[in-house]
């Protein structure tokens, strides 16, 4: 590795050869509470000398000149120029201040504008964003609000399962301070893990992939949590119809260690206690817990620690005379991060980060009645990761930005155990039946990209990915090109293209396709090889009338070969090796699509996204070799989301969707066969595989924000409406049969108009 | 305050249903021939008339079909309608037979037809040679502590390419009614379709289990595959034979399929089967077997 990082550093050193450059480099924070801010630009007027604070709202500048006006800019803050005699580098740390005239308005946060930036096909929301989408009984949430965006399709409804660019859910890769979270829904997905509450930015990237990004096929999505007040102590809470959160942060050493801590919890089962028969005990709950600590030691070093825990679950214990009967289902995450930033020097910055991930889905029961023995039975799946990873940012000069680094992560995957403990006979049995093997294994990459910009014009950013993957006898690795390129048409209208080759080696397998916590995590293995993509895109994007308004549109196509899936008619506990139960060496396609058109400043504020999309799956053994469209191949997805700001008093969300009903197989004819043993069966023609539609999906969702200061801090009552015109969205279809023998088609919805309430308060 | 409470739950937590106007695709009825040829020995083979998903029929079996056997473009055999004596599904059952010797290697077609019905057609071609199976032992280990039978057998590939095998432990006389027993092998390379025998104790290993193993040619090491089998038979073992027949790949297709729709049993969580076919229509198999039969010592 040290020789990896020397050679990198010696490669671009030539690069400062005859160049009279000074550097200006620091920190970039809120002047009120000390968090860092990410994407803030920094620019010299008139010139192509800018950049763009990092995830640790550092950032660093070339600049061939010996005397400039630096202007800082974001959305939300005051911006700010600085005078500046070049003559040396120079150390300069920036705090902002939030801007008086945006009290007024409800704004987005914008990080480099759209049309400058060689991204693509990516976008960022603050929590602003996300808060002012209307919540879902009570609950706003990040994946939901994540879903709204062009590319991104919603599992089915209520769900926090996401589909970009035809993907399936494990294509995306979920990160939260940098650690992966393989289960991102409570609830059977109807609630997201993450605690808005606890959350300062999100990033979502579904093509254009830079180098630094790796091991999954469709999308990264990059949540940060906040850092904590360094100024002082701040709390802030809901207490909603189904759950309840509480935040609390500040320093633990002024403008040097802070923390935060955020809890939630929800009540349905404390609700219906008083309802249950005494001889019941059951019930639902689920709950997350964050915390953070970040210490400043120096300007140079900085340490950051964080954990998530959350579980889900559900019990259910009968009592009669004479035994009991015992049941549960329990699911959850861990993660954990160390991260360390170091500053070599004006121009490198490096983030040391080590993790630990885990999900583990259990259900269980046991019995006891008086006679009989105590018996219990357990399954579980679980996947846990230990790992670490180098992140360098190196800008040797102006017109480039160079980033390095290398992860490794060691994987664990226990995909199926069913545990039986019980009594045979007198004889006491205690049984581990591992339905699948245990698998270990190592997953390592490394990566380098230049964001080269080549001249007024021409900017591209460039790089390499190569990851490698060894388990027990088998070695998998992939090197894969990433490449976008901008060519500006003018200061606010850009063209765009970007190419990203992606290797995973791992999988989900799931029979709903909504992420239930059943869906087993798996390994690539001997005989299940890594699946790969392939994307390009090309889009424009454009801002105007002072940056007010960004419009986007976006085509791609995307490629992917050795998917797995569930072999027609397999299930999550099959009694044998989940690789018995797979269907291999499948291909997709994915092609589509996008635009958006946001309005960043204003009273109103929000976006509309629409999505023209295709996706299909060939498997040999699926539908009988033949492609077939993927469950969410959805033609069309609209999604309108408004936010108004009438007073400092209230403000309004509101969201439109609209979706083409997901694919689905439906029986078409009943018939008698000789089965195996020569004996007769009936058995079920189907449809072609996903060949019939659902009908369409479509709701309006509002909410009102009706604020008011108090002594202690701020107060809000939030009042939402879900599916505001009672839509009957389906969740799924099925044929009931009538007294008369005939079939008619039901359909099931999950929600009708649902009012919420919650009350928000901050201090 | 309850009211509330449990309206509210009511209100938010409560699934919506309702009968919605959908057009499912309706098909109209058609013959379905599903017929089992055996080299060197008879034909068999069942019709049925498809209903459609929202009828309130339920599909029968047809007595009144015509069902022709061709050898390449010649027609050697009608098959006969037999009552079977027995009500399935609640309709009576018939077969078709023929005592026609179907030869190895040639194609044969089965052409069914039925007033009021399209005709349906499918051929196949029978495997040139029957499995050839060696060194046959059965070990049984102690009754008292552990009545299983250890079984041990070789199957020789012909070295031709894409053979499929079926392995089956029949036991009892009655060839369409004997009752599943299972076996269990710790051989991966043996792939199961359908679901385990309560005669198979489990327990004891990370084996595979199941009623009927079938075996790709690829599985083969050299030309011969040696079989290890544990099972607990419900019979004396001189009224238990291997049963190992060479199958078509649409055989085995077909077969696999059948199995897995009737094992998944429309679960919540399993995606819907596609049975394989070779017929005119995509409904129902025309199969071949060249079985080998050999009682356990």
Redesign the interface.
């Known amino acids: 590795m040290k020789k990896f990082i020397m050679g990198i550093l010696c490669l671009i050193g030539t690069l400062q050869a005859n160049a009279q450059y000074h550097t200006v480099s620091g920190y970039i924070i809120d002047a009120a509470s000390g968090e860092s801010l990410i994407g803030v630009n920094i620019y010299v007027p008139g010139t192509t000398y800018g950049a763009t604070t990092n995830t640790y709202g550092f950032y660093t500048l070339n600049i061939p000149l010996e005397k400039v006006e630096l202007v800082i800019s974001y959305i939300g803050f005051d911006s700010q120029r600085k005078e500046l005699e070049l003559t040396k580098n120079i150390d300069l740390d920036i705090e902002l201040v939030v801007s008086s005239t945006s009290l007024n308005e409800v704004e987005v946060t914008a990080t480099e504008l759209q049309s400058q930036s060689t991204q693509m096909s990516s976008i960022n929301l603050s929590i602003k964003d996300i808060k002012s989408v209307p919540a879902f ?1 009570g609950e706003v949430d990040i994946i939901k609000t994540i879903q709204l965006l062009p590319g991104v399709q919603s599992g089915g409804e209520g769900t926090t399962g996401f589909y970009v660019r035809g993907g399936s859910p494990d294509q995306n890769l979920i990160l939260l301070d940098g650690v992966p979270v393989y289960n991102a829904s409570h609830l059977f997905g109807f609630f997201s893990v993450f605690n808005a509450d606890a959350i300062k930015n999100v990033q979502l990237t579904k093509g254009g992939f830079p180098a630094r990004y790796g091991g999954r096929l469709s999308s990264v999505l990059d949540i940060s949590m906040k850092e904590g007040n360094m100024k002082e102590y701040h709390g802030e809470g809901s207490i909603g ?2 759950a309840s959160k509480l935040t609390f942060e500040g320093p633990i050493w002024k403008d040097r260690t802070s923390f935060i801590v955020s809890g939630r919890r929800t009540y ?1 089962d404390l ?2 206690k ?2 249950q028969p005494a001889n019941i005990k059951a019930g639902y709950y689920f709950g997350d817990f964050n915390a953070k600590v970040n210490h400043i030691f120096s300007r140079k070093d900085r340490l950051f620690v964080s954990y998530y825990g959350g579980l889900d679950r559900f019990y259910n214990r009968d009592t009669y005379s004479g035994g009991y009967d015992e049941g549960e289902l329990q699911w959850g995450n861990h993660t954990g991060a160390v991260r360390w930033n170091h500053l070599y020097n004006d121009k490198l910055f490096s983030n040391v980060t080590t993790t630990f991930s885990q999900y583990q889905f259990n259900i269980g029961g046991e019995s006891k009645s008086d006679n009989g023995p105590l018996e219990k039975q357990q399954y579980f799946s679980r996947i846990r990761d230990y790992g670490t990873r180098m992140d360098f940012e190196y800008n040797p000069v102006t017109d480039h930005k160079i980033k390095f680094g290398a992860s490794y992560t060691y994987h664990t995957f226990k995909p199926g155990v069913f545990q039986f403990q019980g009594e045979e006979d007198g004889a006491s049995v205690d ?1 581990v ?2 339905l699948s ?1 245990t698998i270990y294994s190592n997953d390592a990459y490394v990566y380098v990209e230049d964001d080269w910009t080549i001249n007024d014009r021409w900017r591209i950013n460039a790089g390499l990915h190569y990851s490698f993957y060894t388990l027990k006898n088998q070695f998998y690795n992939s090197l894969q090109p990433r490449v976008s390129a901008r060519y500006l048409l003018n200061d606010e209208w850009s063209l765009k293209a970007s190419y990203a080759s992606m290797t995973q080696y791992i999988h989900l397998l799931s ?2 396709g909504i992420g239930l916590p ?1 869906d087993l995590w798996v390994s690539s293995t001997d005989k299940i090889p890594p699946s790969n993509s392939r994307q390009i895109a090309i889009g424009t994007s454009k801002n105007f009338n002072g940056n007010m308004w960004e419009i986007s549109t976006e085509a791609y196509y995307k490629t992917m070969d050795n998917l797995i ?8 506990i099959s ?2 090796d989940w690789q ?1 139960n797979v269907a291999k060496s499948g291909k997709g396609e994915a092609y589509g699509a996008e635009f958006l058109i946001r309005k960043n400043k204003g009273k109103t504020t929000g976006w509309i996204g629409y999505t023209l999309a295709w996706t299909n799956r060939k498997f040999d053994d ?3 070799g033949e492609t077939f469209p993927y469950k969410y191949d959805r033609r069309h997805d609209i999604s309108v989301v408004v936010s108004h700001k009438f007073s400092d008093k209230m403000d309004m969300g509101l969201t439109w969707v609209y979706g083409t009903g997901v694919a689905f ?25 996903n060949d ?1 539609r659902f ?1 369409s999906y479509h709701r309006i969702d509002l909410g009102f924000n009706f604020h008011k200061k108090t002594k202690w801090g701020k107060r809000t009552w939030n009042i939402s409406v879900y599916n505001a015109y009672n839509r ?1 969205n389906p ?1 799924y ?1 099925y ?2 049969r009538k007294a ?13 108009i ?1 009012p ?1 309430v919650s009350y928000i308060f901050s201090f | 305050m309850k009211k509330l409470v449990l309206g509210f739950l009511f209100l938010s937590l409560m699934a919506c249903e309702k009968t919605i106007t959908f057009n499912l695709p309706v098909e109209e009825p058609q013959l379905v021939v599903t017929a089992k040829l055996f080299a060197l020995d008879s034909v068999v083979a069942v019709v049925s008339i498809s209903v459609p998903s929202l009828s309130a029929k339920k599909p029968g079996y047809s007595k009144d079909a015509k069902v022709l056997l061709f050898e390449g473009e010649t027609m050697v055999s009608e098959l006969t309608v037999i009552d079977a004596g027995q009500i399935w599904n609640g309709e009576r059952l018939y077969y078709y037979t023929s005592q026609y010797d179907c030869k190895p290697g040639l194609t044969y077609t089965i052409k069914a037809s039925q007033n009021g019905y399209d005709n349906v057609q499918g051929s196949v071609v029978i495997p040139t040679a029957p499995p050839v199976v060696k060194n046959l032992t059965a070990v049984e280990r102690d009754p008292t502590t552990d009545p299983k039978t250890d079984i041990e057998f070789t199957i020789e590939d012909n070295g031709s390419e894409d053979n499929f095998y079926k392995i089956e432990l029949q036991c009892g006389e009655n060839d369409f009614d004997e009752y599943g027993d299972g076996f269990f092998t710790n051989d991966l390379t043996i792939e199961f379709y359908d679901g385990y025998s309560d005669f198979i104790d489990i327990v004891d290993g990370e084996g595979e289990y199941g009623l009927r193993g079938y075996l790709k040619d690829r599985f083969f090491n050299g030309s011969s595959k040696k079989i290890e089998i544990s099972a607990w038979l419900p019979f004396e073992k001189g009224d238990c034979k291997i049963v190992v027949s060479s199958i078509t790949q649409e055989t085995y297709e077909y077969e696999r399929t059948v199995s897995i729709a009737i094992s998944s049993d429309n679960g919540p969580f399993s995606e819907p089967v596609s049975i394989r076919s070779n017929m005119s229509n995509n409904k129902g198999a025309i199969t071949a077997h060249y079985i080998t039969s050999v009682s356990l010592p």
């Not at chain 1, 197989?665 to 595989?689: C, D, F, H, M, S």
């Open positions: 009984m119809v189904i349905i609700l219906s008083p309802f049984s039946l591992n093997k029979n709903s059943t899936e569930y072999e027609e008619g397999a299930s999550f009694g044998s018995e699926l539908n009988n197989t439906a029986p078409i004819a009943g018939y008698n066969v000789l089965g195996p043993q020569a004996l007769p069966q009936e058995v079920t023609q189907y449809t072609k595989r019939l009908p009957r969740y279809l044929i009931n008369d023998g005939t079939g008619e088609v039901k359909q099931v919805s999950l929600f009708p649902i919420s």
